[in-house]
């Protein structure tokens, strides 16, 4: 492989931009050593920096495979207990990005936004891969979020925290329908 570049700064207000003219058809390296995530904080957190690393290969003029792997340490809050958690990423990822034929944007545009992961359609030849990585961030996040698979929750009537302690009330199980009214109305 011909490494030719390993990028791993930008300048203030400024996203990772990598036009297709400067990628190799027989691949050339980046690196993100931090992936900006504005909205860090609101759904989740983070330990350190979310990194990337990727090889960008140029397939023809309109096409480039992505190759890369994306690391981070999420902090997350569970749905049962309400405790903060470690969530690790360390995920492989594998993208075509595909400047589509003017005459068939639509068409594609349609495609696309039916959940094709894969392919990622671009208005122009330049890809922003902190937006690819930051993306793929949020990909990685669970649907449910549990600290652990067997978590018990808190008590609905009494807000006991069921993993480290027990309580004396009339025990509705946790995962019950109305544990979760119960647990609303307290609210
Ligand atoms: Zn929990
Ligand atoms: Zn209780």
């Not at 980046?30 to 990337?52: C, H, K, M, N, T």
């Not at 696309?112 to 030849?125: K, M, N, Q, V």
């Not at 009537?157 to 004396?168: E, M, Q």
């Given at each position: ?43 989740f957190g983070l330990y350190v920096p979310a990194q990337a690393t990727c090889v960008l290969t140029r397939k023809s003029a309109t096409r480039v495979l992505l190759q890369g792997r ?118």
């Amino acid at each position: 492989m011909n490494v030719l570049q390993a990028r791993t700064s930008r300048g203030a207000g400024e996203t990772l931009k990598v036009r297709f003219s400067e990628i190799s058809s027989s691949g050339s390296r980046y690196e993100i050593s931090e992936i900006p995530v504005p909205e860090a904080g609101r759904d989740f957190g983070l330990y350190v920096p979310a990194q990337a690393t990727c090889v960008l290969t140029r397939k023809s003029a309109t096409r480039v495979l992505l190759q890369g792997r994306l690391r981070a340490e999420m902090i997350l809050v569970c749905d049962r207990c309400a405790a903060d958690y470690r969530h690790a990423v360390d995920n492989n990822v594998q993208l075509i990005l595909e400047v589509p034929d003017a005459s068939h944007w639509q068409l594609r545009e349609i495609e696309y936004s039916r959940g094709d992961l894969d392919t990622i359609a671009l208005r122009e030849p330049v890809i922003h891969l902190d937006d690819i990585f930051r993306q793929q961030l949020y990909l990685a996040l669970p649907v449910k979020r549990l600290c652990t698979v067997d978590c018990r929750g808190i008590c609905p009537c009494c807000g006991v925290d069921l993993n480290i302690a027990t309580c004396r009330c009339s025990r509705v199980p946790v995962s019950s329908p109305f544990a979760a009214l119960a647990a609303l109305k307290k609210k």
